[in-house]
């Protein structure tokens, strides 16, 4: 037999080495791929700063749902419509038509405290209360036997002078069988101590804003009081001496009204009252020596509206 050379063997030898260099020619090629993808991946990260994370799940809020009560906040989105109300109710204002005004800007302050808007509900407010035009809380009332402005008054839980100016009244004198525009009242008084506003309420909403005084390092007691007595044109008993100082005096410091007012659970605290001031420099501060001051005439146009018994709330 002939020599073969010393690389050949037999058929299935050479086979069997064919099988197994493409059995490892495969797997070179598979960590070969391996190395090159986790090469890349290195890169990667080297490249980021950070492994690859899912994608975050969606961040937008869920539709709101059907009926659900607007913000009463004063958000961005709802300033515009408030001054967009505000011009509506302007407009109304200059047309006479005082009670659509008073309706859009009921509607403004319920949900905002807007300063103007404010502002506006007070001097409407006021311009149909006065007025000989009916809104809610008037009524008619004919006069009877023995019936004089007082009675009537205090039946309606109301003042005289707002009876006489609802009805053009220039003196007390009232006729048997006339009829009486009436005002069946239910006002309060609110006073914010660190506002430094002074509300006036009716039926426990907000019928006018005043800006007021009160008193210095919070000598203004934050209590429930009651209103028991006022007072035009009041004298001033000077503290230092107990010198009555009479109504006109420049040192007379309460101004052109004085209501004064008391509390049933603390009544160790007298001299507090509700008064007016020509120092119109101090208010809006704490400025007083304890009591609620105003400028002489919101005074005036408070003292005509709130009858004795009024509840006056003083609140830090």
Same mark, same amino acid.
């Given at each position: ?233 009041? #004298?001033?008993?000077? #503290? ?69 018994? !009024?509840?006056? !709330?003083?609140?830090?």
């Amino acid at each position: 037999m002939a020599n073969r050379p010393i690389y050949a063997g037999s058929y299935q030898n050479r086979r069997r080495s064919r099988v197994k260099v493409i059995f490892f020619i495969i797997v070179l090629m598979h960590l070969l791929g391996v190395g090159a993808y986790m090469l890349f991946r290195s890169d990667k990260t080297e490249a980021t700063g950070a492994e690859e994370t899912p994608a975050p799940e969606s961040l937008d809020p869920a539709p709101a749902a059907m009926g659900t009560a607007p913000s009463t906040g004063n958000t961005g989105s709802s300033l515009p419509e408030t001054r967009a109300m505000i011009a509506d109710a302007r407009s109304a204002i200059e047309a006479g038509q005082l009670a659509d005004a008073q309706t859009i800007l009921i509607r403004i302050t319920a949900n905002h405290s807007d300063p103007e808007a404010i502002e506006l509900l007070g001097k409407v407010n006021m311009q149909l209360l006065k007025a000989p035009l009916m809104m809610r809380g008037k009524e008619y009332y004919v006069i009877q036997s023995g019936d004089y402005l007082q009675k009537i008054a205090k039946k309606y839980n109301t003042t005289v002078a707002l009876l006489k100016t609802m009805n053009g009244l220039e003196s007390d004198t009232i006729r048997l069988g006339d009829r009486l525009l009436v005002f069946n009242s239910n006002f309060s008084i609110r006073v914010s101590k660190s506002r430094n506003e002074l509300d006036l309420l009716l039926g426990g909403k907000l019928f006018k804003r005043y800006s007021v005084g009160t008193g210095m390092f919070g000598k203004t007691p934050a209590v429930e009081f009651t209103l028991v007595d006022k007072i035009v044109e009041p #004298p001033w008993t000077r #503290p230092s001496d107990n010198r009555q100082i009479e109504y006109g005096d420049p040192e007379n410091v309460l101004g052109s009204r004085w209501m004064a007012i008391k509390s049933t659970d603390h009544p160790e605290l007298t001299g507090f009252g509700i008064h007016g001031t020509w120092e119109r420099d101090s208010i809006g501060k704490q400025s007083s020596a304890g009591c609620i001051r105003m400028l002489n005439e919101d005074v005036e146009e408070l003292f005509d509206l709130v009858p004795r018994k !009024t509840s006056v !709330t003083i609140s830090e």
